[in-house]
T-cell receptor, first 109, second 111 residues
Framework: KNEVEQSPQNLTAQEGEFITINCSYS?????LHWLQQHPGGGIVSLFM???GKKKHGRLIATINIQEKHSSLHITASHPRDSAVYIC???????????FGSGTQLTVLP | DTGVSQDPRHKITKRGQNVTFRCDPI?????LYWYRQTLGQGPEFLTY????????KSRLLSDRFSAERPKGSFSTLEIQRTEQGDSAMYLC?????????FGEGSWLTVV
């Protein structure tokens, strides 16, 4: 069992739909990151969460520390949101990250 | 550009050759990480520097791999005697306290 698991692995949505990507982790963490990776490799940090909820534009990230679960929500999805979304647990004293395998999101026009 | 930059972006090499990747982190970030990512997988931790000190190495980092960060600025990751299984994207990241910045990655193809 991976220490960080994401679901679903692949998600196709129609433009405008509300999207949820889930992340469960088994390690103790100091924070959880949500990252976005576009084709070609570049990774952008979307959120870093240690508790509660954060919102940035149409993106919302929540975390439940007791249940070791986090979700990334996208409201009013758009084709430009198509990317791989990765959650990563920040657990070590060296702040190394343990990554999930990613969720490939495709938003169709 | 003040982001994390990596060079080269793409490298094709023959099996058995040595390759070196360079990462220039954001200048005020003292923590620097190397990760490896293969297709369809999330990145895997390779090694971590705080300033010039290499503080942690993954068991994924075999003796063919070496990383340095002289003077605590740029870092290099060298792979000696490359194998086909080394084909992957090598990502560098640097961090201040509360977020992480990734480079664009260096794609390695070993043929």
């Amino acid at each position: 069992k991976n220490e960080v698991e994401q679901s679903p692995q692949n998600l196709t949505a129609q433009e405008g739909e509300f999207i949820t990507i889930n992340c469960s982790y088994s390690v103790g963490i100091s924070a959880l990151h949500w990252l976005q990776q576009h084709p070609g490799g570049g990774i952008v940090s979307l959120f870093m969460l240690s508790s509660g909820k954060k919102k940035h534009g149409r993106l919302i990230a929540t975390i439940n520390i007791q249940e070791k679960h986090s979700s990334l929500h996208i409201t009013a999805s758009h084709p430009r949101d198509s990317a791989v979304y990765i959650c990563a647990a920040d657990s070590g004293s060296a702040r190394q990250l343990t990554f999930g395998s990613g969720t490939q999101l495709t938003v169709l026009p | 550009d003040t982001g994390v930059s990596q060079d080269p972006r793409h490298k094709i090499t023959k099996r058995g050759q040595n390759v070196t990747f360079r990462c220039d982190p954001i200048s005020e970030h003292n923590r620097l990480y190397w990760y490896r990512q293969t297709l369809g997988q999330g990145p895997e931790f390779l090694t971590y520097f705080q300033n010039e000190a290499q503080l942690e190495k993954s068991r994924l980092l075999s003796d063919r791999f070496s990383a340095e960060r002289p003077k605590g600025s740029f870092s290099t990751l060298e792979i000696q005697r490359t194998e086909q299984g080394d084909s992957a994207m090598y990502l560098c990241a640097s961090t201040p306290e509360n977020t992480i910045y990734f480079g664009e990655g260096s794609w390695l193809t070993v043929v």
